[in-house]
C-alpha cells in the first residue's frame, strides 16, 4: 500500500481538476475515485488460487468449506458468501448462483441487502457484486473501489452504500464511488465492520483501530481508560441504541458514553435477534482463537459490567456470520459450511 502522502501527491498531479481534499488535522480524510459508473463493467478472468469451488449448480447438501456470512433475503431465501462462492438456498437445496451465472470465481466473503431488494456481495479479490434478481452487475478498481477486496458493507439511512476494502472506506451514491482514507493507511485503512449512529456518522471496525466517520474526518473511538480498540472485528448497533464492539480487545458495549466491558476473549461476530438477545462468537474457553463458542447473552444480563451467558455450542474452528431467520431458527457460517440451530439441534447440512 502507499503511503497516504505519496497517494494523495499522485492523485492530485493525475487529476488535476478533479476534487482533492485535505488539512493538516491528522484525522483529516481523503476523497479521490470519484468516478461515474461505466455501462460496461470490468471482467476479473483470473480464477482465485484460494477458491475452492466446485462446477455443480444445485445439492442437497451445503458447502462443506469456509462460509464466512450469510443473510436471510426478503423474500425468503438464505444467502451465503463462501469459499465455494455465491450460494443460495431456498429452504430443499443449495444453488450455487457463482457457478449459475458463470462469474468470476473468487471467495465471496460479505453480503447485503438493500432497500430495493438487491444483492451486494464482497469478496476476496473480485470485488463487488449486485444482484437485481436476474443478473449480476461486478464492480472493480477499474469503476472507482479503492481495492478488489471487500471486508464489509451496509447501507445508510438515505440509501447509499458503504463499503468497507482492504484498502480503505468506499461509497457508492447515484452511480458513483467516493473513496476515503484513514490518515495512517495501512491495517487502518483495512476495514472489517461499518454501522450507522443515529446522528448519521459511521462507526467502522478496522485491523488497526475503531473510528468515528462524521463525512469530514476519522477520529479514533477509544475505551474509557483511554486505550484503544486493536482488530475490530465485528460492530452491532442493537434496537435500544447500545453500540456493540468486538475484536481482539474482547467484547464491548457502549450506551449513553459509557463503555462496559464483557469479555477479554477474541469476539468475531455480533448479532442482535429479533428478542434483543446478543449472540457472539468468542474464542473458545481455552482461549484458542482457532477454535470459538458460540455464546448467548440474555437481554435482561446486558449491558451490565458483569454478565453471565450461555454457551450454545463449543466448536473445532472458527464461527463466522451469524444471523436468525424469519422462523426465529439461527443460522452461522463455520470452517466447513453453514450450520442451522432450532434452538434444540443443530442441521449442518452435511
Not at 481538476?17 to 483529516?28: E, I, L
Amino acid at each position: 500500500m502507499m503511503n497516504i502522502s505519496l497517494s494523495l501527491l499522485l492523485t492530485c498531479f493525475w487529476l488535476l481538476f478533479t476534487q482533492c481534499k485535505t488539512n493538516n488535522d491528522n484525522t483529516s480524510h481523503i476523497v479521490v475515485n470519484e468516478k461515474n459508473i461505466a455501462s460496461s463493467h470490468s471482467k476479473i478472468e483470473k480464477i482465485d488460487s484460494y477458491f475452492n469451488g466446485h462446477n455443480q449448480i444445485k445439492s442437497q447438501k451445503g458447502p462443506t468449506t469456509i462460509t464466512r456470512n450469510v443473510i436471510e433475503a426478503s423474500e425468503g431465501t438464505i444467502w451465503l458468501a463462501t469459499w465455494e462462492g455465491i450460494i443460495q438456498y431456498n429452504g430443499k437445496e443449495f444453488l450455487n448462483l457463482t457457478n449459475e451465472y458463470d462469474i468470476s470465481r473468487y471467495r465471496a466473503f460479505t453480503l447485503l441487502e438493500d432497500r430495493n431488494k438487491n444483492i451486494w456481495i464482497g469478496t476476496v479479490g473480485a470485488g463487488l457484486f449486485r444482484f437485481d434478481g436476474k443478473d449480476f452487475t461486478q464492480f472493480t478498481m477499474k469503476e472507482g473501489l479503492p481495492s478488489n477486496t471487500i471486508g464489509c458493507l451496509t447501507e445508510d439511512a438515505n440509501g447509499s452504500i458503504w463499503i468497507g476494502t482492504l484498502k480503505g472506506l468506499s461509497n457508492y451514491n447515484e452511480n458513483k464511488f467516493t473513496n476515503y482514507y484513514t490518515p495512517n493507511g495501512g491495517n487502518d485503512d483495512d476495514m472489517n465492520s461499518i454501522i450507522q449512529n443515529s446522528d448519521g456518522s459511521l462507526w467502522i471496525g478496522t485491523r488497526g483501530k475503531l473510528f468515528s466517520f462524521d463525512g469530514i474526518k476519522f477520529t479514533e473511538v477509544n475505551k474509557k481508560d483511554g486505550t484503544g480498540f486493536y482488530n475490530t472485528r465485528t460492530l452491532v448497533k442493537s434496537k435500544n441504541g447500545t453500540n456493540w464492539i468486538g475484536g481482539q480487545s474482547g467484547l464491548h458495549s457502549y450506551t449513553g458514553n459509557t463503555f462496559y466491558h464483557h469479555s477479554e476473549k477474541f469476539v468475531g461476530y455480533i448479532y442482535e435477534d429479533r428478542g434483543g438477545n446478543i449472540w457472539v462468537s468468542q474464542s473458545s474457553p481455552d482461549s484458542n482463537i482457532n477454535n470459538m463458542s458460540l455464546i448467548k447473552h440474555q437481554t435482561t444480563q446486558l449491558p451490565n459490567r458483569t454478565t453471565q451467558s450461555e454457551i450454545i455450542l463449543n466448536e473445532e474452528g472458527q464461527i463466522f456470520g451469524i444471523i436468525e431467520d424469519s422462523s426465529r431458527n439461527i443460522w452461522f457460517g463455520t470452517e466447513k459450511g453453514i450450520c442451522k440451530y432450532n434452538h434444540e439441534v443443530f442441521d449442518c447440512f452435511r
